[in-house]
């Protein structure tokens, strides 16, 4: 069984280090998008299309199938490469992003793009849909679990905070935020800009299960995600404490690749770093 | 005020749940949000027809559009309905990115829209509604004249497919139109026919046109006059089909001239068929407490001021 366990672990990690390779040469090739904010969030979002969501790229619409909401949309990047590779679309279309005619919007267009699940860019709106989404799925007796990611920034905004009240007020069991606790927004240290910490009390006044991991460590995202699918009679949300630009050296940690694409040069030292093909 | 017509007032509030009861019925997918306003919008009744569809989300109008963007996602009918300052502007982004972007079937429907909303004063008074909502692409705008067709639009919401926004008001219209009056949604309603002029007008205002368009009679101009009570998709053709047959237009509307029916009648008048164009509506300020019908007067929207913009447009065609 470790052993297996190990093996599984390797495979998603090598699959993040794909996603890193995409994201870097869509960003590149778009010479603009948010590099930062997907790498940061790769291994989380490597974990929930490779290993937890119940999806069906043959049947994107498939009624049952869990629903992923990136609501910090500017990390879209990530999620494509995770949704090509997952054969929702051919990964060639990776480099249209940024494009004009592209399905791959600069940030995340409900009905554009197979697999994506909600209109996200303003920060805050994706957990409110979720709600909704997880209301529906009860109605209708669905098992079915919504995901949505948050950027750590985002929690600086109002509707997260009226959204964290009403999915506990409902006691969403089913409907699980992740925030992507890399520490930085576009324009500096999220401490520094509005001070969030401490975040985890702040959830848990507000009525959630809340679970804090290493956002890099798929040991601790995959028991993370467990805890959270077998907490009943309230939502959870997972505080994965994240290196903005991970994986990236020269990326890491600094506030500039929020919002900026790698140049030539910067994109063949980070592909080295990251290992695999030249470009 | 001679002018004033023999009509009962009735709540739109009533018959909009009255309309929301039938379709909950009709429609097992449809679910009803409210903010800490299911009572003053009677949409208490439906959760009390339907336990556990209906859905109050209390002072967080951000997330009910949001709420209402997922039930949408996940294929339910979802009416999101509050007072309209909280639907519209307070909210305008959730809507614009989550709702009208990604062209989900939800409906809005507001109360307390206008300066009918009458003490309360300005704040709550949302005159700028429509302006809002008729920008966003995909979003459908319905502004119905009274009672009757405040539930006939709800009816006719349920069936359009795509984000739809419709407002009505705190206080009791007069009913002007009847039951089986037909309601076609981007489809203007002729309520009254005349070649001399045209009134083109919506909610509250297709009675004042009305009382205008009888004492018109009286000194010798017959006044047509237009329901629009779809703002948008525009009826154009029955615009047109004025401007070509009449020759002269007033559009009246309980709501800012910028950007509204007025400013969209003008906009598909002055480019299918110019003629002179006069439009009643708050001049870009804010309202006050007061009562609704004394406010309208004030704030320029009483039949007399109708009449004088008839003969005054009337006077500007080309000889």
Not at chain 1, 185 to 197: A, N, P, S
Not at chain 2, 124 to 145: G, S
Request: charge should be negative; hydrophobic fraction near 45%.
């Amino acid at each position: 069984m470790e052993a297996a366990e190990a093996e599984r672990i390797r495979t998603l990690e090598e699959t993040a280090r794909l996603l890193r390779r995409h994201v870097l040469e869509m960003t590149h090739a778009a010479d603009s998008g948010h590099a930062g904010g997907s790498l940061s969030a790769a291994d989380l979002i490597t974990a929930l299309y490779f290993h937890e969501l119940r999806i069906d790229p043959k049947r994107p619409q498939w009624e049952d199938r869990d629903r992923f909401i990136l609501s910090k949309g500017h990390a879209c990047p990530v999620l494509y490469a995770a949704l090509a590779e997952r054969g929702f679309f051919p990964t060639e279309e990776l480099l249209t992003l940024r494009q004009i005619g592209s399905r791959l919007q600069g940030h995340p267009e409900l009905g554009t793009t197979p697999g994506v699940e909600a209109c996200a860019g303003a920060e805050g709106q994706g957990l409110s849909v979720g709600i909704g989404m997880a209301l529906a799925a009860r109605l209708d007796h669905k098992p079915h679990r919504i995901w949505v990611m948050l950027g750590d920034g985002e929690n600086d905004s109002g509707q997260v905070w009226e959204a964290a009240m009403c999915a506990a007020h409902y006691k969403l069991d089913n409907l699980i935020a992740v925030v992507d606790r890399n520490g930085i927004q576009q324009e500096g240290r999220t401490e520094e800009i509005m001070r969030l910490e401490p975040l985890s009390e702040k959830w848990k006044a507000f009525g959630w299960h809340v679970i804090e991991i290493n956002g890099h460590d798929f040991g601790q995202i995959l028991e993370a995600f467990s805890e959270a699918k077998a907490t009943k009679g309230r939502p959870t949300v997972i505080i994965a404490k994240t290196i903005k630009g991970k994986g990236v050296s020269f990326m890491e940690g600094v506030v500039k690749f929020h919002g900026t694409a790698p140049t030539d040069e910067e994109l063949a030292r980070a592909l080295k770093e990251l290992g695999g093909p030249a470009p | 005020m001679i002018l004033r017509g023999p009509w009962k007032a009735e709540s739109q509030r009533a018959y909009f749940a009255k309309a929301l009861i039938e379709l909950g019925r009709e429609r097992p997918d449809l679910v009803v949000i409210g903010a800490d306003t299911t009572h003053s919008l009677k949409t208490a009744d439906f959760g009390k027809e339907y336990p556990g569809r209906l859905y109050n989300l209390g002072i967080a109008e951000q997330n009910m559009m949001g709420v209402a963007a997922g039930f949408a996602a996940a294929g339910k009918l979802p009416f999101a309905c509050t007072y309209s300052v909280f639907g519209t502007a307070h909210v305008y982004n959730i809507i614009r990115q989550s709702i009208a972007y990604p062209k989900l079937n939800v409906k809005i429907c507001c109360s307390h829209a206008g300066l009918t909303v009458g003490a309360d004063g300005a704040t709550h008074q949302m005159n700028e509604d429509i302006t809002l909502m008729r920008a966003l692409p995909n979003m459908a705008v319905v502004v119905p004249a009274d009672g009757p067709e405040t539930y006939k639009a709800a009816k006719a919401a349920a069936t359009h497919a795509g984000p739809l926004y419709m407002r009505f008001s705190r206080m009791d219209f007069p009913t002007v139109t009847e039951a089986h009056d037909p309601f076609v949604l981007g489809q203007a309603s002729l309520v009254r026919e005349g070649s001399d002029v045209t009134i083109v007008a919506n909610g509250i205002m297709v009675s004042r046109a009305l009382q205008a368009a009888e004492a018109l009679a009286k000194s010798g101009l017959e006044a047509r006059v237009l329901n629009l009570h779809t703002v948008k998709p525009l009826d154009a053709a029955a615009l047109e089909a004025a401007a070509r047959e009449t020759g002269a237009i007033v559009a009246a509307e309980e709501h800012t001239i910028m950007g509204g029916l007025g400013s969209a009648v003008a906009e598909a008048v002055s480019e299918l068929y110019p003629v002179p164009v006069a439009r009643l509506g708050v001049r870009d300020r804010f309202g006050e407490s007061g009562e609704g019908e004394k406010l309208l007067d004030k704030y320029g929207l009483s039949a007399v001021q109708l009449i004088k913009a008839a003969h005054d447009v009337v006077a500007r065609k080309a000889k």
